[in-house]
């Protein structure tokens, strides 16, 4: 998630620096705007791939009920809570 943020910092600095360009140098804000297109599609990409790393394994094999309440149970040993399912 760490460089989904840097990359996400990144896309916001060089809109800006479009956007000042605009007027004054509409050739390079449109290299800037093109920037911005490549690093908004490589941040998509890697929030994509760091979603399927959070899905569970077990959702696959056990299907969606059984995962969660695996999950829940393991909550409950964690943090001494109760929760209902």
Known sequence: H??????LFSLR?????A????????ARAKGELQQVAALAAEAVDELR???VEL???ALD???LIATLRTQIQVLD?????????
């Open 2 to 7: 760490d460089a989904v943020s840097q990359k």
């Open 61 to 63: 094999e056990d299907g």
């Open 77 to 85: 040993r964690a943090h001494a809570a109760e929760v209902a399912f």
């Open 19 to 26: 956007t000042a360009l605009v007027d004054r140098d509409p």
């Open 49 to 51: 791939a760091a979603v």
């Open 55 to 57: 899905r569970p394994a």
């Open 13 to 17: 600095l060089t809109a800006q620096a």
